[in-house]
């Protein structure tokens, strides 16, 4: 159903990849650069020692020999000796003494010993070019050697001076032997880092892309489905686990959605059929008064229908806190006025008595209308519920966060089957002739605005329902 | 008076064009917001009548399409939403009223009056009421009926008013509610017919011709011949 190369899906890994190798062999660049410079001066302070140590070993030499016939002989043969132990020499090779130079002048500056390869001249020139100190050896470039020599200097007692150079060309070629090897390693290490790094990637990348494929099934077919959560904890799998979340919600809404759909074309049914049957029955009636009669049985019955069709969509949406309010201050305790002022001459036909309590203003932010819908309610549930000649105390109490309102009466209070499922939907006591909405309203709006409900029998006999509405000030 | 009626379904359009006509309206239908577009601009409305819900586009749209192009009628917008939405509550403020579905006729023809005497230059205002022999007296707040002062309390003599104002014209329960308490809801019981009832006990006595008819069914209406 959807393979990797879909065409319209480009992998973020190798982007990851090539980002990352550039770091990494940036990053390892400057790590052998440093090296390079340590390794290259340790060389150069390595081979400085023994040509320091090894010039004045031959100066001393030169001094104790006698100036005789054989003393160019003796001196020769020990410079050769020396070269033989050149650091950082290829034990490979020939010992060769091309290597290095040994050269003896004395106060004229004339030479006197020369062993080494090349034109003696030249050496003493080039050593005349440049000043060689006694204490440190110096860099002298000879003319017929593309190599330069380190060249080290001794003063002898009688004057003269001993010169020791050493070809660089063991330091250069260990330094680029060095180079050649991080070269391989270097390519290898990059090459393996970029490899890490892109499975690293493409496993995550693959979750990810497996989630966004279960996902655009789920948007297509199935809502049961989820989305694989893996288990290492990480950000993807926090992903996958809000996706199910959510998931898990919306298929609650709509399994919401299901059932009120299906309890309200059951409900809407049976009012219809009756409505159906009187105006068919209507139809055969001979006198018109009856006739009349049906129709605005009818009619009535239709108004009603509604209300209820209304107040279970709002009791539906805002069980699932999708009803939409319009706020704006209200004045509960003027409100509640306005409504026994409506309600009183009905109580009053009943023979039930109202009386009100309140604190005076009682300010709190809501939507009016269901407001003024949900006190409708709770009136008309005593009125219907309550028997003849009790007394209703409808009491308002402003708390400092809160508006407290509850509805107190002396009747026969909640039977006990009802009690606990009072604000659920459909729940009608005995003799009600209500559609068994009326505190499963109350229970949606209150809830809508953040606040609690509680219904419950009255030590003293009598039911109570205690409302707190939370003070919520306009911005 | 001439109307443009635009809704699409043919029940309500042929059920509100009949009794507009018996209510002594003329009567235009647009089926879809192109058609009201034309009408509204070849022919002069006194008021239009908008359907939320039209085949070609949204009711509001249309009326700000109207409003653009000059059209100054006052809107009756009908709903078959349950909740009010906020443009809505604006066109509202504007002027404009809205009603949801299903609406009586009544209360419909109501807001239609109201809608049509608020664009009508405004006639200075009477401080007293006459229907037949009862008396509203606004500015003291008394009530007579053939010269015999009525014992009413001040919510009945709101409500009473509200008849009077309305008198001859059939209105609603919730009409009543909304006019004479501002509130929009609707009871399950009768309140609003034992107010009518008590009224009734003190405007009709023993003997009288009887003012406050009740049409079943729909409402009331104080009779004014």
């Known amino acids: 159903m959807f393979s990797k190369t879909d065409k319209g899906f480009r992998s973020a890994a190798w982007r990851i990849t090539a980002w990352a190798a550039v770091a990494y062999a940036i990053g390892t660049l400057f790590v052998f650069f440093s090296l390079h410079r340590f390794v290259a001066r340790d060389i150069q302070r390595r081979s400085d020692a023994w040509l320091s140590g090894e010039v004045e070993v031959l100066g001393d030499v030169a001094q104790r020999t006698p100036k005789d016939s054989l003393y160019q002989r003796v001196v020769e043969e020990v410079a050769e000796l020396a070269s033989r132990e050149v650091p950082n020499r290829d034990e490979t090779e020939a010992p060769d003494t091309a290597a290095v130079f040994f050269l003896e002048r004395d106060t004229n500056n004339a030479i006197q010993v020369w062993v080494g390869p090349g034109k003696s001249a030249d050496v003493a020139h080039a050593i005349h070019q440049s000043v060689v100190r006694q204490d440190k050896p110096s860099d002298i470039s000879i003319a017929g050697f593309s190599i330069p020599y380190r060249v080290a200097m001794a003063r002898l007692e009688d004057g003269s001076t001993v010169y020791l150079g050493l070809s660089e060309r063991d330091q250069l070629r260990v330094l680029a032997n060095l180079r050649n090897q991080f070269l391989v390693v270097w390519a290898l290490v990059v090459l393996l880092g970029c490899a890490i790094v892109f499975s690293a990637t493409r496993r995550m990348l693959n979750h990810v892309r497996r989630i966004s494929e279960a996902a655009s099934r789920i948007g297509h077919s199935d809502l049961c489905e989820r989305v694989p959560v893996s288990k290492r904890g990480d950000e993807v799998s926090h992903l996958a686990t809000t996706l199910n979340k959510m998931l898990d919600r919306i298929e609650e809404t709509i399994h919401q959605l299901h059932t009120i759909t299906d309890s309200l074309a059951h409900d809407l049914r049976s009012p219809l059929t009756a409505i159906r049957g009187k105006l068919e029955l209507s139809l055969s009636m001979e006198d018109v008064e009856e006739q009349q009669d049906a129709i605005i049985a009818s009619i009535e019955e239709l108004d009603r229908l509604t209300v209820f069709l209304n107040t279970t969509l709002d009791v539906a949406e805002a069980r699932a806190d999708a009803l939409r309010l319009n706020k704006s201050a209200i004045d509960l305790c003027d409100l509640i006025q306005n409504m026994i002022d409506l309600y009183e001459p009905s109580m009053t036909e009943r023979g039930l008595l109202i009386r009100y309590e309140n604190d005076g203003p009682s300010f709190i932010h809501a939507d009016p209308s269901l407001i003024h819908r949900m006190l409708a309610n709770l009136f008309d549930n005593e009125l219907t519920h309550l028997p003849d000649s009790r007394t209703i105390l409808v009491r308002v109490r402003n708390e400092s966060q809160s508006v407290n309102l509850s509805f107190e009466d002396n009747g026969p209070g909640f039977s006990e089957d009802v009690i606990s499922s009072i604000f659920a939907k459909r729940i009608r006591g005995r003799n009600s002739q209500g559609h068994g909405l009326g505190l499963a309203f109350v229970d949606a709006v209150v809830r809508a605005h953040n606040g609690t409900v509680s219904a419950f029998n009255r030590d003293t006999g009598g039911a109570c329902i205690s409302i707190i509405l939370p003070v919520t000030h306009a911005r | ?225």
Request: proline share 4%; glycine share 8%; charged share 30%.
């Open chain 2, 1 to 225: 008076m001439r109307i443009l009626l635009v809704e699409d379904e043919v029940p309500i359009q042929s059920f509100l064009q009949r009794s507009l006509e018996e209510a002594g309206f003329q009567v235009d239908i647009a089926p879809d917001g192109k058609t009201a577009e034309q009408l509204a601009v070849d022919a002069a409305y006194e008021l239009l009548i908008v359907d939320l819900g039209l085949p070609d586009m949204d009711g509001l749209d249309l009326i700000d399409h109207l409003r653009r192009m000059g059209v100054r009628a006052p809107v009756l917008i009908l709903s078959a939403r349950r909740s009010v939405d906020d443009r809505v509550r604006g066109l509202e403020q504007g002027g404009d009223d809205y009603l949801t579905k299903p609406f009586a006729f009544a209360e419909l023809l109501a807001r239609l009056r109201n809608l049509l005497k608020r664009n009508a230059p405004s006639v200075s205002e009477s401080t007293r009421l006459r229907v037949q022999d009862l008396e509203l007296d606004l500015l003291r707040r008394e009530a007579t009926r053939a010269g015999q002062i009525l014992p009413l309390t001040t919510q009945e003599f709101v409500l009473l008013e509200y008849l009077c104002r309305n008198a001859g014209r059939v209105v609603t329960r919730s009409m009543i509610l909304d006019k004479v308490w501002g509130m929009r809801i609707q009871p399950d019981t009768n309140v609003v017919d034992v107010h009518i009832y008590r009224l009734r006990g003190k405007v009709d006595g023993k003997g009288m011709q009887p003012l406050i008819r009740t049409l079943r069914g729909v409402g009331y209406v104080l009779k004014d011949r």
